[in-house]
């Protein structure tokens, strides 16, 4: 593969890994401790991802324990789980958090398919525009010592990188979606 287009390549491949990071934070009804990911607590002053404070656990499909290092930490983890967009009110035992994910209703489980879906559409107009910028690229090679014949190469390697990493996209938001829906 031409060396010009391993950047346009990278480039995809980021967007995936960030849809990926996204859809993994979705809940489906289980409980799933990247739904923590973003989440992060003080720890002496330095916003701290939770993970980083706190062994996290899940000792039953719907229940995440959170289990801080430091005894002190419990306020802190529960609080910013509280102030976060998760949804769920956090309980604890004085050594523990522990998180119930309810059961989801299936108007939540269709809202949460067209979230999905919505984050996948913003993935393929990334790759989208990620090829466009190497069209635009390849079209600035004209007049150079690259023929016609490799511009023309290249942007159909283009496509096929697009074309390749737009249907990983979508088996991505397919398999999200089935999880989601499954009851």
Known sequence: MNERLKTFEEKMKKTIGNLDGELSAIRAGRANPN??????????????PIQQVANVSVPEARMIQIQPWEKSMVREIEKAIMTSDLGINPTND?????LLFPELT?????????????????????????????????????????????????????????????????????????EVMTV
């Open 35 to 48: 739904v923590l990911n973003k989440i992060v607590v003080d720890y002496y002053g330095t916003p701290t």
């Open 94 to 98: 004085g050594t523990t958090v522990r």
């Open 106 to 178: 299936e108007d939540r489980r269709k809202e949460l398919v067209k979230d999905v879906k919505k984050k996948g559409e913003a993935a393929k107009v990334a790759i989208r525009n990620i090829r466009r910028d190497g069209i635009d690229a390849a079209k600035k090679l004209k007049g150079t010592d690259v023929s016609e014949d490799e511009i023309k190469d290249m942007e159909d390697d283009l496509q096929k990188l697009t074309d390749k990493y737009v249907k990983e996209v979508d088996k991505a938001v397919e398999s999200k979606s089935k």
